[in-house]
Protein backbone atom coordinates (compact mmCIF):
# COMPACT_ATOMS: atom_id res chain seq x y z
CA UNK A 1 0.00 0.00 0.00
CA UNK A 2 0.72 3.54 -0.26
CA UNK A 3 1.72 6.12 2.44
CA UNK A 4 -1.51 7.33 3.05
CA UNK A 5 -3.58 4.12 1.86
CA UNK A 6 -4.20 5.89 -1.42
CA UNK A 7 -3.07 3.34 -4.30
CA UNK A 8 -4.66 4.62 -7.51
CA UNK A 9 -6.24 6.97 -8.88
CA UNK A 10 -8.37 7.53 -11.81
CA UNK A 11 -8.14 10.60 -13.80
CA UNK A 12 -10.50 11.75 -15.87
CA UNK A 13 -8.50 14.35 -18.48
CA UNK A 14 -11.29 15.10 -20.31
CA UNK A 15 -15.26 15.04 -20.39
CA UNK A 16 -15.65 15.11 -23.95
CA UNK A 17 -16.46 11.56 -25.71
CA UNK A 18 -16.31 10.62 -29.45
CA UNK A 19 -18.89 8.28 -28.50
CA UNK A 20 -22.40 8.02 -27.40
CA UNK A 21 -22.84 4.81 -25.36
CA UNK A 22 -25.98 3.44 -23.94
CA UNK A 23 -23.97 1.83 -20.75
CA UNK A 24 -21.48 5.20 -20.10
CA UNK A 25 -21.58 5.77 -16.28
CA UNK A 26 -20.84 9.66 -16.78
CA UNK A 27 -22.78 9.96 -19.87
CA UNK A 28 -19.56 11.61 -22.01
CA UNK A 29 -20.19 13.16 -24.97
CA UNK A 30 -19.21 15.57 -27.85
CA UNK A 31 -20.01 18.94 -25.41
CA UNK A 32 -17.37 17.56 -22.67
CA UNK A 33 -14.11 19.90 -22.88
CA UNK A 34 -10.66 18.60 -21.22
CA UNK A 35 -8.85 19.31 -18.16
CA UNK A 36 -7.41 22.93 -17.37
CA UNK A 37 -3.61 21.66 -18.40
CA UNK A 38 -1.83 23.21 -15.86
CA UNK A 39 -3.70 20.49 -13.17
CA UNK A 40 -2.27 17.42 -14.47
CA UNK A 41 1.28 18.41 -12.94
CA UNK A 42 -0.40 19.64 -9.98
CA UNK A 43 -2.64 16.38 -9.58
CA UNK A 44 0.57 14.70 -10.09
CA UNK A 45 2.55 16.02 -7.46
CA UNK A 46 -0.42 15.56 -4.86
CA UNK A 47 0.00 12.27 -5.71
CA UNK A 48 3.07 11.81 -5.56
CA UNK A 49 3.37 12.93 -2.18
CA UNK A 50 0.57 10.78 -1.15
CA UNK A 51 2.45 7.43 -2.12
CA UNK A 52 0.07 6.50 -4.75
CA UNK A 53 1.18 4.05 -7.22
CA UNK A 54 -0.66 3.58 -10.17
CA UNK A 55 -2.39 6.32 -12.30
CA UNK A 56 -5.30 5.64 -14.75
CA UNK A 57 -5.79 7.71 -17.80
CA UNK A 58 -9.43 8.20 -18.85
CA UNK A 59 -12.37 10.05 -19.64
CA UNK A 60 -14.18 10.44 -21.63
CA UNK A 61 -12.38 9.55 -24.23
CA UNK A 62 -8.76 10.48 -23.87
CA UNK A 63 -7.55 10.10 -27.11
CA UNK A 64 -9.96 13.18 -28.16
CA UNK A 65 -7.24 15.02 -26.84
CA UNK A 66 -4.91 14.20 -30.12
CA UNK A 67 -1.66 15.62 -30.24
CA UNK A 68 -2.09 17.36 -26.52
CA UNK A 69 -2.54 13.80 -24.89
CA UNK A 70 1.07 13.63 -23.91
CA UNK A 71 0.89 16.57 -21.62
CA UNK A 72 -1.84 15.21 -19.91
CA UNK A 73 0.01 12.01 -19.12
CA UNK A 74 3.98 13.12 -19.01
CA UNK A 75 3.28 14.80 -15.65
CA UNK A 76 2.41 11.06 -14.12
CA UNK A 77 4.75 8.93 -16.05
CA UNK A 78 8.50 11.10 -15.37
CA UNK A 79 7.59 10.68 -11.72
CA UNK A 80 7.16 7.07 -12.03
CA UNK A 81 3.76 5.87 -11.63
CA UNK A 82 2.25 2.76 -13.20
CA UNK A 83 0.10 4.96 -15.75
CA UNK A 84 -2.66 3.27 -18.00
CA UNK A 85 -4.86 4.36 -20.85
CA UNK A 86 -8.33 3.52 -21.10
CA UNK A 87 -10.09 4.31 -24.13
CA UNK A 88 -12.74 3.19 -26.76
CA UNK A 89 -9.48 2.96 -29.35
CA UNK A 90 -10.90 5.17 -32.11
CA UNK A 91 -8.34 7.00 -33.75
CA UNK A 92 -5.68 4.77 -33.10
CA UNK A 93 -3.04 4.61 -36.20
CA UNK A 94 -4.27 7.78 -37.48
CA UNK A 95 -5.34 10.61 -35.21
CA UNK A 96 -3.23 8.77 -33.08
CA UNK A 97 0.44 7.41 -33.05
CA UNK A 98 3.15 6.03 -31.84
CA UNK A 99 4.85 9.45 -29.78
CA UNK A 100 1.26 9.68 -28.57
CA UNK A 101 1.37 6.97 -26.57
CA UNK A 102 4.70 7.17 -24.69
CA UNK A 103 4.53 6.75 -21.06
CA UNK A 104 2.26 4.38 -20.69
CA UNK A 105 2.80 1.29 -18.78
CA UNK A 106 -0.37 -0.21 -21.15
CA UNK A 107 -3.62 -0.07 -23.35
CA UNK A 108 -6.94 -1.06 -22.65
CA UNK A 109 -9.32 -1.02 -25.24
CA UNK A 110 -13.05 -1.46 -24.07
CA UNK A 111 -14.69 -4.14 -26.50
CA UNK A 112 -18.45 -5.04 -25.66
CA UNK A 113 -18.39 -8.81 -26.79
CA UNK A 114 -17.87 -9.67 -30.34
CA UNK A 115 -19.12 -7.71 -33.40
CA UNK A 116 -23.12 -8.09 -33.18
CA UNK A 117 -22.91 -6.86 -29.67
CA UNK A 118 -20.24 -4.38 -30.22
CA UNK A 119 -21.81 -2.13 -33.19
CA UNK A 120 -25.16 -2.42 -31.20
CA UNK A 121 -23.93 -0.71 -28.34
CA UNK A 122 -21.05 1.74 -29.78
CA UNK A 123 -21.96 2.36 -33.46
CA UNK A 124 -21.41 0.27 -36.78
CA UNK A 125 -18.07 -1.06 -37.58
CA UNK A 126 -16.59 0.31 -33.71
CA UNK A 127 -15.67 -3.44 -33.48
CA UNK A 128 -13.48 -3.78 -36.73
CA UNK A 129 -12.18 -0.43 -35.22
CA UNK A 130 -11.24 -1.43 -32.06
CA UNK A 131 -9.44 -4.98 -32.91
CA UNK A 132 -7.79 -2.60 -35.59
CA UNK A 133 -6.62 -0.59 -32.70
CA UNK A 134 -5.12 -3.47 -30.95
CA UNK A 135 -3.34 -4.77 -33.82
CA UNK A 136 -1.92 -1.67 -34.24
CA UNK A 137 -0.83 -1.02 -30.62
CA UNK A 138 0.49 -4.50 -30.68
CA UNK A 139 2.86 -3.75 -33.99
CA UNK A 140 4.06 -0.98 -32.11
CA UNK A 141 5.07 -2.87 -28.99
CA UNK A 142 2.89 -1.35 -26.65
CA UNK A 143 1.28 -4.00 -24.29
CA UNK A 144 -3.04 -4.67 -24.29
CA UNK A 145 -5.47 -5.05 -22.54
CA UNK A 146 -9.50 -5.49 -23.06
CA UNK A 147 -11.91 -3.98 -20.89
CA UNK A 148 -15.09 -6.10 -21.74
CA UNK A 149 -17.82 -5.00 -19.37
CA UNK A 150 -20.17 -8.01 -18.54
CA UNK A 151 -24.15 -7.49 -19.46
CA UNK A 152 -26.95 -9.33 -20.52
CA UNK A 153 -25.80 -9.41 -24.25
CA UNK A 154 -22.61 -10.76 -23.50
CA UNK A 155 -22.17 -12.36 -20.69
CA UNK A 156 -22.14 -15.89 -22.57
CA UNK A 157 -19.53 -14.81 -24.60
CA UNK A 158 -16.46 -14.65 -22.28
CA UNK A 159 -14.92 -17.96 -23.89
CA UNK A 160 -15.27 -16.60 -27.45
CA UNK A 161 -13.60 -13.22 -26.00
CA UNK A 162 -10.70 -14.91 -24.88
CA UNK A 163 -9.94 -16.39 -28.04
CA UNK A 164 -9.76 -13.62 -29.99
CA UNK A 165 -7.75 -12.22 -27.15
CA UNK A 166 -5.69 -14.67 -27.51
CA UNK A 167 -5.32 -14.13 -31.12
CA UNK A 168 -4.68 -10.17 -30.60
CA UNK A 169 -1.68 -10.90 -28.30
CA UNK A 170 -4.13 -8.97 -25.84
CA UNK A 171 -4.85 -9.75 -21.92
CA UNK A 172 -8.65 -10.03 -20.70
CA UNK A 173 -10.25 -8.33 -17.72
CA UNK A 174 -13.63 -8.05 -16.62
CA UNK A 175 -16.01 -5.56 -15.13
CA UNK A 176 -19.39 -6.07 -14.22
CA UNK A 177 -21.99 -3.55 -15.69
CA UNK A 178 -23.50 -1.49 -12.64
CA UNK A 179 -25.73 1.08 -14.37
CA UNK A 180 -26.94 3.67 -14.14
CA UNK A 181 -26.30 4.19 -17.95
CA UNK A 182 -27.88 6.77 -20.35
CA UNK A 183 -30.29 4.80 -21.57
CA UNK A 184 -32.45 0.98 -20.42
CA UNK A 185 -30.68 -0.52 -23.22
CA UNK A 186 -28.03 -2.30 -21.64
CA UNK A 187 -29.38 -4.50 -18.92
CA UNK A 188 -27.40 -6.06 -16.02
CA UNK A 189 -26.62 -9.92 -16.54
CA UNK A 190 -28.72 -12.53 -14.49
CA UNK A 191 -27.02 -13.91 -11.52
CA UNK A 192 -27.01 -17.48 -12.88
CA UNK A 193 -25.14 -16.10 -16.43
CA UNK A 194 -22.53 -14.15 -14.10
CA UNK A 195 -22.03 -17.66 -11.79
CA UNK A 196 -20.83 -19.35 -14.53
CA UNK A 197 -18.51 -16.16 -16.25
CA UNK A 198 -17.07 -15.70 -13.39
CA UNK A 199 -16.23 -19.91 -13.77
CA UNK A 200 -15.05 -19.65 -16.67
CA UNK A 201 -12.74 -16.39 -16.26
CA UNK A 202 -11.33 -17.37 -12.93
CA UNK A 203 -10.33 -20.92 -14.73
CA UNK A 204 -8.46 -18.32 -17.26
CA UNK A 205 -6.80 -16.63 -14.16
CA UNK A 206 -8.59 -13.15 -15.70
CA UNK A 207 -8.39 -10.34 -14.00
CA UNK A 208 -11.46 -8.03 -12.82
CA UNK A 209 -12.27 -5.34 -10.09
CA UNK A 210 -15.26 -6.51 -9.67
CA UNK A 211 -15.09 -6.76 -6.12
CA UNK A 212 -18.18 -9.82 -6.09
CA UNK A 213 -15.73 -11.87 -8.42
CA UNK A 214 -12.97 -11.20 -6.27
CA UNK A 215 -14.99 -12.94 -3.59
CA UNK A 216 -16.01 -15.47 -6.03
CA UNK A 217 -12.46 -16.38 -6.83
CA UNK A 218 -11.83 -16.98 -2.57
CA UNK A 219 -15.05 -19.36 -2.92
CA UNK A 220 -13.78 -20.94 -5.82
CA UNK A 221 -10.87 -21.87 -4.40
CA UNK A 222 -11.94 -22.52 -0.65
CA UNK A 223 -10.39 -20.35 1.02
CA UNK A 224 -10.37 -19.67 4.97
CA UNK A 225 -11.00 -15.75 5.32
CA UNK A 226 -9.03 -14.09 8.87
CA UNK A 227 -11.83 -13.55 11.72
CA UNK A 228 -13.25 -10.05 11.89
CA UNK A 229 -14.42 -7.55 9.60
CA UNK A 230 -11.14 -5.78 8.81
CA UNK A 231 -10.94 -5.20 4.91
CA UNK A 232 -8.54 -7.45 2.99
CA UNK A 233 -9.83 -6.14 -0.46
CA UNK A 234 -12.61 -6.05 -2.90
CA UNK A 235 -14.17 -2.61 -3.15
CA UNK A 236 -11.47 -0.45 -3.00
CA UNK A 237 -13.79 3.08 -3.59
CA UNK A 238 -12.61 5.62 -0.85
CA UNK A 239 -10.30 2.73 0.46
CA UNK A 240 -7.13 2.33 -2.58
CA UNK A 241 -8.61 4.70 -4.86
CA UNK A 242 -10.09 8.16 -6.09
CA UNK A 243 -11.27 9.71 -8.94
CA UNK A 244 -10.65 13.15 -10.77
CA UNK A 245 -12.89 14.57 -12.97
CA UNK A 246 -11.89 17.09 -15.84
CA UNK A 247 -13.91 19.80 -13.46
CA UNK A 248 -11.57 18.62 -11.10
CA UNK A 249 -14.10 17.13 -8.96
CA UNK A 250 -12.86 13.98 -6.49
CA UNK A 251 -15.09 11.03 -6.70
CA UNK A 252 -14.73 7.89 -4.15
CA UNK A 253 -14.82 5.77 -7.61
CA UNK A 254 -15.57 6.97 -11.04
CA UNK A 255 -19.01 5.23 -10.91
CA UNK A 256 -20.51 7.50 -8.16
CA UNK A 257 -20.41 10.69 -9.37
CA UNK A 258 -21.30 12.20 -5.93
CA UNK A 259 -18.34 14.39 -5.67
CA UNK A 260 -16.17 13.98 -2.15
CA UNK A 261 -14.38 16.92 -2.70
CA UNK A 262 -13.26 19.93 -5.31
CA UNK A 263 -9.46 20.05 -5.62
CA UNK A 264 -9.83 23.70 -6.21
CA UNK A 265 -10.78 24.36 -2.46
CA UNK A 266 -8.54 21.41 -0.66
CA UNK A 267 -5.44 19.07 -1.74
CA UNK A 268 -6.07 15.79 -2.59
CA UNK A 269 -4.69 14.43 0.95
CA UNK A 270 -6.98 16.80 2.80
CA UNK A 271 -10.11 15.31 0.73
CA UNK A 272 -8.86 11.36 1.54
CA UNK A 273 -8.27 12.05 5.02
CA UNK A 274 -12.16 11.72 5.35
CA UNK A 275 -15.90 12.52 5.23
CA UNK A 276 -19.39 11.60 5.15
CA UNK A 277 -19.01 8.80 2.33
CA UNK A 278 -15.31 8.35 2.66
CA UNK A 279 -15.89 7.30 6.18
CA UNK A 280 -18.93 5.13 5.27
CA UNK A 281 -16.81 3.29 2.39
CA UNK A 282 -14.66 2.38 5.03
CA UNK A 283 -16.70 0.70 7.74
CA UNK A 284 -18.21 -2.56 6.35
CA UNK A 285 -19.39 -3.09 9.55
CA UNK A 286 -22.48 -0.81 8.48
CA UNK A 287 -23.57 -3.05 5.30
CA UNK A 288 -26.93 -3.66 5.03
CA UNK A 289 -27.73 -7.71 4.72
CA UNK A 290 -26.79 -9.88 2.98
CA UNK A 291 -23.41 -8.19 2.58
CA UNK A 292 -23.17 -7.55 6.30
CA UNK A 293 -23.12 -10.76 7.38
CA UNK A 294 -21.46 -12.28 4.02
CA UNK A 295 -18.30 -13.91 5.06
CA UNK A 296 -16.72 -13.14 2.04
CA UNK A 297 -17.30 -9.62 2.98
CA UNK A 298 -13.58 -9.02 4.14
CA UNK A 299 -12.56 -9.47 0.50
CA UNK A 300 -15.20 -8.19 -1.20
CA UNK A 301 -17.92 -6.02 0.32
CA UNK A 302 -20.02 -5.81 -2.83
CA UNK A 303 -20.14 -3.03 -5.72
CA UNK A 304 -20.52 0.25 -3.55
CA UNK A 305 -21.80 1.80 -6.88
CA UNK A 306 -24.00 -1.25 -7.92
CA UNK A 307 -26.02 -0.95 -4.34
CA UNK A 308 -26.19 3.14 -4.75
CA UNK A 309 -27.75 2.96 -8.15
CA UNK A 310 -30.00 0.46 -7.66
CA UNK A 311 -31.45 1.34 -4.03
CA UNK A 312 -30.22 5.19 -3.63
CA UNK A 313 -28.20 4.04 -0.32
CA UNK A 314 -24.36 3.81 -0.32
CA UNK A 315 -24.40 0.86 1.61
CA UNK A 316 -27.20 -1.29 0.80
CA UNK A 317 -26.27 -4.93 -0.27
CA UNK A 318 -25.25 -5.34 -4.04
CA UNK A 319 -28.32 -6.59 -5.54
CA UNK A 320 -26.16 -7.89 -8.65
CA UNK A 321 -23.57 -10.19 -6.66
CA UNK A 322 -24.04 -13.54 -7.58
CA UNK A 323 -22.46 -15.19 -4.49
CA UNK A 324 -25.39 -15.11 -2.03
CA UNK A 325 -26.55 -18.50 -4.22
CA UNK A 326 -23.19 -19.91 -3.60
CA UNK A 327 -22.02 -18.88 -0.28
CA UNK A 328 -24.30 -20.70 1.60
CA UNK A 329 -24.00 -23.85 -0.25
CA UNK A 330 -21.77 -26.30 0.72
CA UNK A 331 -18.70 -27.30 -1.74
Known sequence: MSHSGL??????????????????????????????????????????????????????????????????????????????????????????LRQHLEGFAAVQVSLDGLRPVHDRIRGRGRFDEAVASLQRLREWGIETAVMMTLHRDNVRDVERMLDLCAELGARLSLERYSGPGRSDTVQPAQHDELLRAFEVAHGHCLGSFDPCYTAFGAWYRGATLAAGRSIQGGCSAGIAALGVTADLQVLSCVRIRTPVGDLRRSTLEEIWSGGPILDRLRRRDLLEEPCGSCSLSPV????RAEALHATGRLMAADPGCPVPFIARAPR
Open 7 to 96: YLLAVEVTSHCNLACPHCYGAFDRRGSPMPPDWPERIAAQAEHMGVRVVTITGGEPLTLGERLPEYVRPFASRGFRTFLTTNGVGIGSAI
Open 300 to 303: CGGC
